[in-house]
């Protein structure tokens, strides 16, 4: 939408950040078998603009889990409109950390609490 651009019609990166949490997010929580809040967000790269009619695709995977953390390394892809290929255009490691009914960390199942 226009206001998610800039002038040029590129996307701006703080929407493309928050889609590649949502998308982190999913394995996070699935791993934690509940609620997670977003930590860190490592090493981001924006390798290429994401223009308007662009189509998004994203992908996360668990790189590492801890007593109460989780790293999911997302990347995000594009293909241009009219285009058949796929380039990547930003990747980054994201860190979430399971989070109990009291709002604290929490360990991971099958973590033993502290």
């Given at each position: 939408m226009?206001a998610d651009t800039n002038p040029?019609?590129?996307i701006?990166g703080?929407w493309?950040l928050?889609?590649?949490?949502?998308?982190g997010?999913?394995p996070?929580?699935?791993?934690?078998?509940g609620?997670?809040?977003t930590?860190?967000?490592?090493?981001?790269v924006?390798?290429q603009?994401?223009?308007?009619g662009?189509?998004?695709s994203?992908?996360?995977?668990v790189?590492?889990?801890?007593?109460?953390s989780?790293?999911?390394?997302?990347e995000?892809?594009k293909?241009?409109?009219?285009a058949?290929?796929?380039?990547r255009?930003?990747?980054g490691?994201f860190?979430?950390v399971?989070?109990?009914?009291?709002?604290?960390?929490r360990?991971?199942?099958?973590?033993?609490?502290?």
């Amino acid at each position: 939408m226009p206001a998610d651009t800039n002038p040029e019609g590129d996307i701006f990166g703080g929407w493309l950040l928050a889609q590649m949490d949502i998308a982190g997010a999913t394995p996070a929580f699935a791993l934690a078998q509940g609620r997670c809040a977003t930590v860190a967000v490592d090493a981001m790269v924006f390798h290429q603009p994401v223009s308007v009619g662009d189509e998004v695709s994203i992908y996360a995977r668990v790189v590492r889990a801890g007593r109460t953390s989780i790293r999911v390394h997302v990347e995000a892809w594009k293909r241009p409109r009219y285009a058949e290929h796929v380039i990547r255009v930003t990747e980054g490691v994201f860190t979430y950390v399971a989070i109990g009914p009291d709002g604290k960390p929490r360990p991971l199942p099958g973590q033993a609490a502290a």
